[in-house]
């Protein structure tokens, strides 16, 4: 499927990881070798220094004045231009396990794991030449907590940063989380932005520590990066990096048409992340071709994510976020002044505001009824996508089969008895439906990326599958960003996606948190008595809207268990074993990301860590790293 949410992808690294190399004779080094036995991407000759090289991503972003971990939105692509623009606090490992030093040293946690102190690297520029300190991190934090999107995901996590000295913070947690510095490698807030950047009225480039600077950025065609000639980092020979005076990237958002770009010639390296694409790829003479099949890591999950209220972003709604547009100020407005909110706004708040995409419009629609909000029409979509058939003919049989959000040799796997293909079942459900409901038809929008003749395929498939069950689906082809947009303030029915995934999966906490709508704000909840007892309501960036307190407390042991041990394996099992109840995603596939070069694109598939030594994860979830790749 095409990437529309992935894992270096809004926010986190919730998607595939693209091969990390390990230390030579390991068991990753097997799986990254060819038929010959050379490494792809890999190259232990001498770098040539120089060169630039243009690259081929999925996407953009719609405003570069605010790219930053603090208050972007970056999906594979922003993540991959991030690698070159900035450093990172911590990198992952080669075994998707630990975390290893770039811009922060070490991190230690309180008895309880509720307190993390970072240890900073000392001795940083960025490219402007000021210094980067303690209060670097904390402005990060700042801004990011101010965002009207990016704070929202890391709240119910972080409650404050605090300067200790020049080069000693300390994250304060909201919860115990005993793999949090995986965040601070994994997540965008990790990378370290010049605090200049997060003025309201900032028009300038960004500014950061890593390995390039921007020249110019034509939003939605090409950026273009110039080597920093004062990079604070060295390979293992004491070579100055990078080796590359400069990187384009070029937006091409059609998988096909990237293909082709690589192919004669016209772009050196591209991201790939559609599975018949990715085929097409390796299938390629003269071009070199790594994906991450067999990396350490829980790849992302091509899904259709499903809005099971049928409402807005009921947590939007608390907040007030609508209050100018919909007249409904918010419980919130009136609980921070000590005032109980008058019962119509609670049940306004809970309901959101109920509607769907209207198919003739393609506009929300508070008039009508929604129906992914009824269980068993989730489940009659799931019982009618035969994932079998998707894996092979739509996604090239690339990846494997999903049925929840690990893959099967994940140490968090166990059968979730996720819905079979069985559109006999389905039929009956959608026909009990009808009756009990009294309609006649039953029917919602699937939102697609535009331009992307893969997309087409895709949708061409589900309106197949669901038509044969009585189930009526109409395409909203949208650019990816609005897309984005759509599913983060609910304003959708159905949308294709891909997410989930990494190196651990405290990294999607913030996407299945729920909170309890009657507890006082106090105790975590969202203080609103007038509700039912025992009411959940889904976080801000729990996009499928579905507040399950067995999801929710399954997470909550999960993250206060020792990392590695029993209990958090068990409680992390939990979450994915509610999800088959409660169909919030139709899963299809694993996500499979792919890279490839030119031949002349050398060292592509390496990257290090502040040390210039110990080996990272590369191509990580669909980012790349640039400061070791050269150009013959």
């Known amino acids: 499927m095409s990437s529309t949410f992935d894992r270096r992808s809004f926010l986190t690294h919730s998607a595939a990881t693209l091969g990390g190399v390990a230390m030579a004779g390991s068991v990753v080094d097997g799986l ?3 038929a010959a036995g050379a490494a792809v991407g890999i190259s232990a000759a001498k770098p040539k220094i120089g060169g630039t090289i243009t690259v081929g991503l999925i996407s953009d972003v719609p405003n570069y004045h605010v790219f930053n971990g603090s208050q972007g939105k970056m999906d594979a692509s922003g993540f991959c231009v991030a690698n070159a623009l900035y450093d990172p606090l911590f990198v992952m490992a080669v075994n998707g396990v630990t975390w290893l030093p770039m811009l922060a040293l070490s991190a230690t946690p309180n008895a309880n794991y509720t307190v993390w ?3 900073l690297r000392q ?4 490219t402007n030449g000021d210094p980067f300190t303690a209060d670097t991190v904390v402005a990060n934090w700042q801004a990011a907590a101010a965002d009207p999107t990016v704070g929202l995901a890391i709240q119910p996590i972080i409650h404050s940063v605090v300067k ?4 000693t913070v300390t994250y304060n947690m909201v919860i115990p989380f005993s793999t949090f510095p995986v965040s601070l490698a994994e997540q965008q807030i990790a990378y370290m932005a010049h605090p200049s950047s997060f003025s309201s009225t900032f028009k300038g480039n960004p500014v950061g520590t890593g390995p390039f600077k921007i020249v110019s950025w034509q939003v939605g065609v090409e950026s273009k990066f110039t080597k920093n000639t004062k990079y604070w980092r060295k390979d293992a020979h004491g070579r100055k990096l990078p080796y590359l005076d400069g990187i384009n990237f070029k937006t091409i958002p059609d998988n096909p048409t990237r293909n082709s770009a690589l192919q004669s010639g016209s772009i050196d390296m591209i991201l790939q992340q559609d599975g018949s694409s990715v085929a097409a790829l390796q299938k390629m003479k003269g071009i070199q071709v790594r994906t991450d099949v067999n990396d350490p890591r829980d790849p992302a999950v091509n899904c259709l994510i499903l809005n099971t209220t049928g409402t807005l972003n009921q947590y939007f709604l608390w907040a007030g976020q609508f209050a100018t547009a919909l007249g409904i100020p918010g419980a919130l407005t009136y609980l921070e002044k000590g005032q109980a909110p008058p019962t119509q706004v609670q049940l306004a708040d809970y309901e959101g505001t109920l509607g769907a995409v209207d198919p003739t419009t393609l506009t929300w629609n508070t008039k009508l009824k929604p129906v992914l909000n009824d269980v068993t029409i989730r489940q009659a979509c799931a019982m009618a996508i035969n994932r079998n058939t998707y894996w092979k003919d739509i996604d090239g049989a690339v990846g494997s089969v999903a049925d929840g959000i ?15 293909y069985n559109p006999t079942q389905a039929k009956a459900l959608v026909q009990a439906y009808k009756t009990k409901n009294k309609v006649s038809t039953v029917g919602f929008v699937i939102d697609i990326v535009s331009g992307s003749s893969s997309a087409q395929k895709q949708f061409a498939y589900f309106q197949q599958q669901l038509g044969a069950v009585g189930i009526t689906v109409t395409p909203r082809p949208l650019v990816q960003s609005t897309l984005i947009n759509n599913v983060i303030y609910g304003e959708y029915d159905c949308a294709t996606w891909n997410q989930f995934g990494g190196v651990d999966p405290s990294l999607n906490y913030v996407w ?5 709508a009657t507890t006082p704000l106090a105790q975590g909840g969202l203080g609103m008595p007038a509700l039912p ?3 959940f309501i889904a976080g801000a960036v729990n996009f499928a809207h579905l507040g399950d307190p067995v999801i929710e407390g399954s997470m909550l042991a999960a993250l206060a268990a020792r990392p590695k041990s029993a209990a958090q394996t068990a409680a992390w099992g939990s979450v994915n074993a509610q999800f088959a109840k409660d169909i919030p995603y139709l899963f299809l596939d694993t996500t499979v990301t792919a890279f490839a070069a030119r031949p002349n694109i050398q060292n592509w598939a390496v990257s290090t860590a502040g040390d210039g030594r110990s080996r990272s994860l590369t191509f990580d979830g669909g980012s790349s790293r640039w400061d070791q790749i050269w150009k013959k």
């Open 32 to 34: 990254m070798a060819t």
């Open 117 to 119: 102190t970072i240890r």
């Open 123 to 126: 001795g940083v520029k960025f």
């Open 164 to 167: 200790v000295n020049k080069y």
């Open 406 to 420: 690990y893959r099967k040799k994940s140490r968090f796997y166990k059968n979730p008895n996720y819905p079979g």
């Open 512 to 516: 299945f948190i729920s909170q309890p």
């Open 533 to 535: 007892t025992g009411t």
